[in-house]
């Protein structure tokens, strides 16, 4: 027996590991809205598309995460999902059946897991792993998940493509980190490489899903028939594109580091997606929808909360490429830049979209 | 529902992290003797013992290791209980039943498992997690693991018996750090704590493991009537310990730190195992044997091993209690002293033991 893919296939972009004042555990509140919003279609999927008596031969319910990063929103997601099922075990009166629930936590194997498992919940009603490995390929065995959970993870691509940093390719992105506000070669290239990547995901998902599990995906990403420059998600990306020029100019950052760096980052629409899953013919479409913007009850301007959010998730690539030296400068400036144009960034379309999945029988 | 216990239970006395020079990674290569000692015992145990039959209708096959540190010797170990599984299917004609194998590395929450995830082997052909908790707990659902491995680990106790560290306790172990060199009282709370522990460990196992499961313990030990002074391994620590005390006469450790401290180690005889095996009432046991120590094939000297194999296994705990900066002395001391004293070191009674214990049916 050999397993189909057990190597990382992709590039990792961990989110900001530790718990200092710019870690992803200290910086992810606008995440968490996109958690809190799912709630309730959390509760209406499982309550509406979970068929549980199928699962009941099963003495423990598999969950897992994929993309965790080191928390704190992986917990509270779990938290709303095992609420949500006990829920619906004592609805239909099988409370003496709630099997016990085990937890898996996955993400790049360059993830913190060591923070994450230091912030786990102490009196937690679950039992709890880590799985290291990029979700493009498989992390777990054969029809072994019973639910798989996904949020603001899988508008990661797996990787740049390759021609987008090739000098003598048409498709080489000189002077931007993004394709969003690119040529016609590079948005294309990007197409691709999100195929490719959804489909391996929906391959690998599709084997380690049991019959009549489900999946539910929140992303950021474009409405259906919204062009990729417009995007809201991508419009953020291109201020933090024009802050790096701006350094540039200013003799920081060299112009040759720019034009061998790109963010690997896709924002795909629910109509593209809808595409990828029927050509895969493994999983039902049970709900698309997009979600609230919660509104975010803290102090923090929405620029604040935006600056600090991209830093929170974007520092470890952007240190990795131009070193940390350059970091205070760049989110300071990009800070300044979303509060001059914050109408810009605050698009009235949606941004934050959710699916759920289930798993049809072969 | 609750889980019976998902905090930690207990001290956690992680090996050193990391693959520096004195790290645990680098220096464990007597356990990986015993690694090694113990292959063809397991192989003999999962030919004769293990009823793969009744495993037949879980897809995915999961084997647990408990203590598995940061590797390498873990993925050796868990190389040695997949080649004999697969080679058991293969000779009852199941070849083609051969199932998924899910194995879960645990540790203490304070265990490197970043640096576990990263030394994964890439063409392994199996799925991998960390699980991360006190084994003294839960850390698996009920009826969930098929196979337990556990090496050269649960010598370790869960905490130090509070009372050996009470100044007014008549078991306050004043001027040793270990209880095998010490008073009748000290020996006593030990043997309790060893007893308590021991009962907490087999009825976590109880629940974890399914019914016919195996579990494969390899621990340092005391043959069974040899006075806890005499026995090997408690030999090696009264040594530290007398390195020690060395420093305090030269005023480079103070008194009362080395009578704050005392290490958390148990060095039982299968008969003490047993006994308690007998009192949990869940398991049979199967096997119960000494381990060779393997002649191990490198150009260091017994002393040398000793010294370093000690160093990576309790640098974490001395630094904890006595600061980083006495670490070269203390060990280089050590070293000196293991060579003028080889032959008390060197026993010719078996200082490692293997048991193997079958989940009996309820």
Same mark, same amino acid.
């Given at each position: 027996?050999?397993?189909?893919n057990? =190597? ?8 900001? &590991?530790?718990?200092g004042?710019n870690s992803y555990?200290?910086n =992810?509140?606008? %995440?968490? &809205? ?10 209406? +999927?499982?309550?509406e ?8 031969p099963?003495r423990?319910?598999?969950?897992? @995460? ?16 095992? /609420? ?5 075990? %004592?609805?239909r009166?099988l409370?003496?059946?709630i099997?016990?629930f085990?937890?898996?936590?996955n993400?790049?194997?360059?993830? @913190?897991f060591?923070?994450?498992?230091? =912030?786990?919940? %102490? ?8 799985? *290291? ?7 777990? *065995?054969n029809?072994?998940i019973?639910f ?6 899988i508008?990661w691509?797996s990787?740049v ?5 090739d ?10 980190i993004h ?11 990007? /197409?691709? %490489? ?5 489909e ?6 599709a084997?380690?899903?049991?019959y009549g ?10 409405p ?9 998600p991508?419009v953020?990306?291109q201020?933090l594109g024009?802050?790096?020029m701006d350094l ?5 950052? =060299?112009?040759?580091?720019v ?5 690997p ?17 493994c999983?039902?479409i ?11 009850d803290i ?8 600056a600090?959010?991209?830093? +929170?998730?974007?520092? &470890? ?8 030296e350059? $970091? ?15 109408s ?5 379309k949606?941004?934050n979209? $959710? ?6 029988a072969?």
């Amino acid at each position: 027996m050999a397993l189909e893919n057990t =190597s990382e296939v992709s590039e990792a972009h961990p989110m900001k &590991g530790g718990d200092g004042p710019n870690s992803y555990a200290k910086n =992810s509140i606008l %995440q968490r &809205g996109s958690v809190d919003a799912a709630k309730e279609l959390l509760n209406k +999927a499982i309550a509406e598309k979970l068929d549980i008596e199928i699962f009941l031969p099963s003495r423990t319910f598999h969950i897992a @995460d994929l993309g965790c990063s080191t928390g704190p929103n992986t917990f509270l997601a779990v938290e709303n999902i095992l /609420e949500a099922l006990e829920f619906k075990y %004592q609805s239909r009166g099988l409370h003496s059946q709630i099997p016990d629930f085990f937890v898996f936590f996955n993400d790049h194997t360059s993830n @913190d897991f060591n923070m994450l498992f230091k =912030s786990l919940p %102490q009196n937690r009603r679950y039992y709890a792993a880590g799985v *290291p490995g990029s979700f493009y390929g498989r992390v777990f *065995p054969n029809a072994s998940i019973h639910f798989i959970y996904s949020s603001t993870a899988i508008q990661w691509l797996s990787r740049v493509p390759k021609e987008v940093l090739d000098t003598n390719s048409p498709a080489w992105n000189k002077g931007r980190i993004h394709y969003s506000n690119s040529t016609d070669e590079v948005i294309r290239a990007h /197409e691709t %490489q999100y195929s490719e990547d959804m489909e391996s995901f929906l391959h690998a998902r599709a084997q380690e899903l049991v019959y009549g599990g489900l999946m539910l995906l929140t992303f950021p990403g474009r409405p259906s028939g919204t062009p990729h420059s417009d995007a809201s998600p991508n419009v953020c990306i291109q201020l933090l594109g024009a802050c790096l020029m701006d350094l540039v100019r200013k003799g920081v950052v =060299s112009e040759e580091k720019v034009d061998s760096f790109n963010l690997p980052l896709y924002h795909m629409s629910p109509q593209e997606l809808a595409a990828v899953i029927e050509q895969n013919g493994c999983f039902s479409i049970e709900m698309t929808t997009d979600l609230p913007l919660q509104s975010v009850d803290i102090t923090l301007s929405l620029s604040q909360l935006v600056a600090s959010h991209m830093r +929170a998730g974007m520092e &470890g690539i952007f240190k990795q490429q131009f070193g940390e030296e350059i $970091l205070d400068e760049l989110f300071g400036l990009y800070r300044k830049k979303c509060e001059e144009q914050i109408s810009t960034v605050k698009s009235e379309k949606p941004v934050n979209f $959710l699916v759920v999945l289930r798993r049809k029988a072969d």
